[in-house]
């Protein structure tokens, strides 16, 4: 493997798992404050998408590891795609 390429392999990119998306008016936006919940049209078993760069490269679920909250990787893009969603 080429020292270059290497180098690319060990670079941090970020990682993004989208729970839901939904549009409002900014007047709601400006009303929101502390302890405000946002109801997400989507079910809390429903497949969340996993970004990398911004770009989408997979699916999967919601887990609990411990305390914290994980994605279990159902679904995930070719490696040409993934390598893609690296570049601009």
Same mark, same amino acid.
Request: charged share 25%; glycine share 8%; no cysteine.
């Given at each position: 493997?080429?020292?270059?390429?290497?180098?690319?392999?060990?670079?941090?990119?970020?990682?993004?798992?989208?729970?839901? #998306? &939904? #549009?409002? &008016?900014?007047?709601?936006?400006?009303?929101?404050?502390?302890?405000?919940?946002?109801?997400?049209?989507?079910?809390?078993?429903?497949?969340?998408?996993?970004?990398?760069?911004?770009?989408?490269?997979?699916?999967?679920?919601?887990?609990?590891?411990?305390?914290?909250?994980?994605? &279990?990787?159902?679904?995930?893009?070719?490696?040409?795609? &993934?390598?893609?969603?690296?570049?601009?």
């Amino acid at each position: 493997m080429p020292a270059d390429f290497k180098t690319i392999l060990a670079l941090d990119v970020p990682v993004i798992v989208e729970i839901g #998306r &939904r #549009r409002v &008016r900014l007047t709601e936006v400006m009303n929101w404050s502390a302890g405000a919940i946002i109801e997400l049209p989507k079910a809390a078993d429903d497949e969340l998408t996993v970004h990398v760069n911004n770009k989408a490269i997979g699916t999967g679920h919601a887990v609990k590891v411990g305390e914290n909250f994980g994605i &279990r990787i159902d679904e995930v893009s070719s490696v040409t795609d &993934r390598v893609k969603a690296l570049g601009k």
